[in-house]
């Protein structure tokens, strides 16, 4: 039976994009693996300042617009804002004379030596973002939207820690398999939760749409795209149950290899209510299974799950 997986908890995925920061004390300046910053996954290096900036209807995005690339993704991070906050956000050139009190700048800089690794620099007003390549970058400005976060209950306060963030993935590729029948059509949203998870590959077995209409989709949140028929049958596939006490027993035994750059996840038997779980595990053991949380706090993350 074909069943429609994403839509059921699209709502919740947004929502857990915007989590509650903790623990920010001005007095510490310490460098910390940073349980206190909930984000999936977990971040690999984070300086805390101490502090906050409080994030006001001027700022102003800068970026290089006469890069395409560039200027998709600070079109990207200026939606995204304006969605979240319900305040307006203009772009600006990186090249502007133009001075702003308040700014998030986004650059792809190649002395990064990873495409995916990206440095968040929130000691200031002037917020910097940036990434080995346009997918580093993407990664930073999702860091970003998890930090924002509201302050007087009302949605009209928004605030960021000062901190500044160095982060890049254990695992090149952290794809998940799954069947046509269970996507229904559903690609971008599939894509949009693995983009925000920073998963990055999609694998679709029995595929019955066309492979252009699927590679433009995922390629928006930095999802790659491929046939189950191209998959290299070498490269070792997770499988695991569904229930609570499957999640828990995997979540706390594996251990990632390090030599693998390739880690996949089958979904093709899993439960509807079972897929997101699933997907937080993936992202967290394979973006930074080195420092990550307990399975008691990453379970409050789970969908249907108290």
Known sequence: MKINIFRSFIITILFTSIIAIEGCNSNDQKESKSPELEIIPSLKK???RGGEIIYANDFWVIADVGDSTT??????????????TNQDVLITDLYSTRKHNQSISIKINTSIEDPQAYTLDLTSAKVKIEGGSSQGVYYGIKTLLHLLNSTD?????FAIPKVIIKDSPINKVRAVLVTSDQL????????????????????????????AKISKVTAKNFVQFSNYQEFNSNISIISFG???????????????????????????????????????????ISWASSNKRSFDDLKKNFDGIE
């Open 46 to 48: 984070v300086l805390n």
């Open 71 to 84: 200027a998709e993704l600070a079109s990207y991070l200026a939606s995204s804002l304006r969605g979240l």
């Open 184 to 211: 229904e059509g559903e690609y971008f949203i599939m894509s949009f939760v693995m983009g925000t998870l920073k998963l990055n590959k999609l694998i679709i077995e029995n595929n019955q749409e066309s492979e």
């Open 153 to 157: 209950g009302r949605d009209t306060i």
């Open 242 to 284: 569904d229930s609570l006490e499957d999640l828990e027993r995997f979540y706390t035994t594996y251990n990632a290899n390090l030599n693998n750059e390739e880690i996949i996840l089958d979904l093709r038997s899993s439960s509807s209510s079972a897929i997101y779980n699933k997907l937080i595990i993936m992202a967290e």
